[in-house]
């Protein structure tokens, strides 16, 4: 069964660092997008991308926050300067029409 | 504006019934429902579009009620695999706008 995949599983990095989350969307599915969430808390939504641009953003993903489809499978996300708030989990989903599809995510913790 | 579910939290016996709502100040084009299990990604239960629709996939069903900007999901006869934590994420207009989550309800099901 197709699935989204995220890589890496969990990354550990200092304040101000730079990170690059990765996807690979389920391959015929159009739209993408990236949720957060904080431990404990509910899945945040912070962007989605359709036909090679940014389709909506949420307050969350401000100029720290990029994403790019640099090939047509991977789908990143580079969160720049990283700040101690930014740990949580990082989810991409994918989907064609209707449901959105989740990957496993990535635990990310800034130190 | 995130949907506001209800309760949240249920511990239930197996075998005993639950219903989790969630509505919505705004005017709601679908509601999608996630169960998500301490430490894995939120998985795809059913999603309902606008139109008053009941759906159902085993013993768990939900409804739709357009006018009122309600969603409730229906667990019945519940089993230990139950357990998790419920997200509905709504939608109000684009699909690309992403979902906007409540803060989900914990569902303890026990023996």
């Known amino acids: 069964e197709p699935e989204v995949t995220q890589t890496p599983s969990h990354q550990v990095t200092q304040m101000g660092q730079e990170v690059i989350l990765r996807c690979v969307p389920i391959?015929?599915?159009?739209?993408f997008y990236w949720y957060r969430q904080i431990l404990g808390q509910k899945v945040e939504f912070l962007v989605s991308f359709y036909n090679n641009e940014i389709s909506e953003k949420s307050e969350i993903f401000d100029d720290q926050f990029s994403v790019e489809r640099p090939d047509g499978s991977n789908f990143t996300l580079k969160i720049r300067s990283t700040k101690l708030e930014d740990s949580a989990m990082y989810f991409c989903?994918?989907?064609?029409?209707?449901?959105?599809?989740f990957g496993q995510g990535t635990r990310l913790t800034v130190v | 504006q995130q949907p506001v579910q209800s309760p949240q939290a249920v511990i239930l016996r197996e075998g005993e019934d639950a219903v989790i709502n969630c509505s919505s100040s705004?005017?709601?084009?679908?509601v999608h429902w996630y169960r998500q299990k301490h430490g894995e990604a939120p998985v795809f239960l059913m999603i309902l579009l606008k139109g008053g629709e009941q759906k159902g996939h085993e013993k768990i069903s939900a409804s739709f009620n357009e006018k009122k900007q309600q969603s409730s999901l229906y667990l019945t006869a519940s089993q230990l695999s139950y357990s998790g934590t419920y997200f509905c994420g709504t939608e109000c207009g684009r699909q690309a706008d992403g979902l906007t989550f409540g803060k989900g309800t914990h569902l303890i099901i026990q023996p």
């Open positions: 391959s015929n599915h159009l739209y």
């Open positions: 705004k005017a709601l084009y679908s």
């Open positions: 989903a994918s989907s064609s029409d209707t449901e959105a599809f």
